[in-house]
């Protein structure tokens, strides 16, 4: 398309309203484009509502996250304030305590607002492209590709990337307000102060939203605004918080230490890593091969990574031939893409894969965008114009099939690792995750099976730790006792070894060992509240009465609603004749759940302080509850045994 064929104002489409008109209650087509896209993008994904959640990250950010364990002042604090693996995301954090708040650990409330939430992505996706100057039917596309492409399922299926759909609801809202900022002539203000707000909502919900200001500029671009410095300054503001929270990310990767590049690679293989996804996720653009939650890095770079640099240089190189040609729709394609995805490109090593499918779920929007613009270029030949609409359509079925089919490999922590292990048979970690997920559902055999194999691949001390603790909830603490030794012969920094061999040696009766264990643990990790919990145990067991309760109260301090420690916290202080206070740990845990053991125990504290009438109360609702009381405390609070 020559110069001469662009306007100062965006592109107007050859077919349908005016792009300006973007008024979706007064345009019967937009209606129905944008409709046809949210009800086929729903039913591709509706299947993901009977997942469950999986053993890949969903522990750390949800079920054993302590921050969502109550919604009230300290934990919101807590959830702004702390990372998640090294990660900065408090937004996703937030919405994960409210649903916990209300439904527990039950995943498909989990499910079902990821799920809306890309709905509302796919909404804001067909928006801004429509404000850009597509035609109906061709944002109907864009948002089609960008509802069921199958590169989405990672975002939206897996629990944990809740960040991914809530951070791109604020993108693409923020991008749409621009583009409508823009098209009102920068007269309507109130568009863009909007935009603000929107833009730290989004970089509260995942780091990737740093490329908001330089999507703004592609933007600038597309409609023509003129390439001079006052784009940049008037993006001051966004510029600075985009580092700002680059800042915060960057720290808090460190601090856990995600930046630690364990491949060693020379900076110009990490250049070869970065070309290679660049062209992948561009290849996988047009039809995704090798779906996999983990591209695991290999031992040596192969001659396809280095190969990979030429084709990248070549689209690069195309980029720069749409921008000298003035094929304005293309070249904002390519750049929309570049822009959010490079920060993806793990030149820098970040994570456990050099690839992940969740990475394109924004930078995509452009190369969608591209498709569109190309779309409504040739669907006018009425020659061709039913081949072109059967070639869509086939495409778009093809890719709903794909993604129905990857949402199903989501649906546990079994055949999420199954299906990596298709990919990823060099690295034990898709052996090890599947094995834990056999264990925490007793399944031993299988279990075994998965470590030993994980073992042959490369020995470590988190797998020899695995299979101790497999041994150990199977009954054969002996022969954990085994694996716990390895473990901590490779690993002997690692508190969580020592803590778990502890609670193994308790098991077998040698106490003063465990004693010593427990004690190293808690010290090389103060934050594992197992090592509380099996030290107080311990302690209880060996009449360490006052330790015990120190113990209880440094558990409680970060679980306080743990009402079993309130149950054992009092039984201790009873043990020490401290009945009222051991009466108000009873209660405490009687509050929470009403169990047959908690008003035994409470009963027979009244009687020691005298309380005989709240004392039989208290020991007759335990009977009542199915609690088999011994003669002896019936005859001595003067109940009848009938």
């Known amino acids: 398309m020559s110069k001469k064929n662009f306007s100062q104002k965006p592109i107007a ?256 293989g990490r250049l070869a890593i970065g070309g290679y996804t660049f062209f992948v996720y561009v290849l996988k653009w047009i039809f995704p091969y090798k779906m996999s939650p983990l591209y695991a890095y290999p031992d040596k770079l192969s001659w396809e990574i280095y190969a990979a640099a030429a084709p990248t240089l070549g689209l690069l190189i195309l980029t720069w031939w749409f921008y000298k040609k003035d094929k304005r729709e293309y070249t904002f394609a390519m750049l929309f893409f570049i822009v ?20 394109t779920y924004v930078p995509y929007l452009g190369l969608f965008f591209g498709t569109g613009y190309f779309y409504d270029q040739i669907r006018t030949n009425q020659k061709y114009k039913n081949l072109i609409n059967g070639f869509f359509g086939l495409y778009l079925l093809i890719f709903i099939i794909m993604t129905v089919r990857q949402t199903g490999i989501w649906k546990n922590g079994e055949t999420l690792w199954t299906h990596v292990q298709k990919y990823e048979t060099q690295t034990p970690l898709p052996y090890s995750n599947r094995a834990m997920y056999y264990r925490n559902n007793k399944m031993y055999d299988k279990a075994l099976a998965d470590f030993e194999h994980a073992l042959k691949i490369k020995p470590q001390g988190t797998t020899y730790n695995s299979m101790g603790k497999l041994f150990f909830d199977s009954g054969d603490a002996k022969k954990a006792l085994q694996y716990y030794d390895k473990a901590i012969e490779m690993k002997p920094e690692v508190g969580e070894f020592y803590i778990n061999r502890g609670a193994a040696l308790a098991t077998v009766g040698n106490y003063q060992k465990a004693l010593s264990d427990l004690n190293t643990g808690v010290s090389k990790e103060p934050d594992n509240l197992n090592g509380y919990l099996n030290r107080s145990l311990l302690n209880f067991t060996m009449g360490n009465y006052e330790a015990a309760i120190q113990d209880h109260n440094e558990y409680l301090k970060h679980k306080p609603d743990k009402y079993e420690m309130y149950y054992e916290r009092g039984i201790c202080k009873a043990a020490l004749k401290q009945y009222e206070s051991a009466i108000n740990d009873f209660t405490t845990a009687i509050n929470a759940q009403r169990r047959d053991i908690f008003f035994l125990e409470r009963g027979k504290a009244y009687f020691m302080v005298g309380k005989r009438e709240l004392a039989q109360q208290d020991i007759r609702t335990a009977m009542e509850l199915g609690m088999k009381v011994p003669p002896e405390i019936l005859q001595q609070v003067g109940i009848q045994n009938k």
């Not at 209300?102 to 709905?119: A, C, G, R, T």
């Not at 061709?138 to 199958?150: K, R, T």
Request: charged share 15%.
């Open 13 to 268: 489409p050859k077919s349908g309203k005016a792009a300006g008109n973007t008024s979706i209650a007064g345009n019967k087509t937009d209606r129905y484009a944008l409709i046809l896209a949210l009800v086929v993008s729903f039913l591709s994904f509706l299947p993901s509502l009977q997942n469950e959640f999986v053993n890949w990250d969903d522990d750390v950010n949800v079920l054993e996250n302590k921050n969502i364990e109550r919604l009230d002042a300290s934990h919101i604090k807590a959830i702004f304030t702390d990372d998640v693996i090294g990660n900065y995301n408090p937004l996703p954090i937030l919405t994960f305590a409210i649903e916990k708040h209300f439904v527990e650990y039950s995943p498909k409330l989990y499910h079902i607002d990821n799920l809306i939430l890309h709905l509302l992505c796919v909404l804001f996706a067909f928006l801004f492209v429509r404000q850009l100057g597509l035609s109906s039917w061709a944002s109907g596309l864009v948002a089609l590709l960008f509802g069921i492409h199958p590169m989405r399922v990672e975002s939206v299926a897996w629990i944990t990337e809740r960040k991914d759909v809530l951070f791109t609801v604020f993108y693409f809202w923020a991008l749409w307000l621009y583009a409508r900022y823009l098209k009102s002539g920068q007269s309507n203000k109130k568009l863009y102060f909007l935009i603000f707000p929107l833009f730290i909502l989004s970089l509260l919900s995942k780091i990737q939203a740093v490329s908001l200001p330089l999507s703004m500029l592609a933007v600038d671009y597309l409609m023509k605004r003129p390439l001079k410095l006052n784009l940049i300054l008037e993006k001051i503001p966004h510029f600075l918080l985009s580092a700002l929270f680059g800042i915060i990310g960057i720290y808090m990767l460190g601090q856990a230490k995600s930046l630690d590049d364990v491949t060693n690679y020379s900076i110009f």
């Open 340 to 359: 959010n995805v490079m920060f993806m490109l793990q030149i820098l090593g970040a994570g456990q894969g050099f690839l992940a499918d969740r990475f």
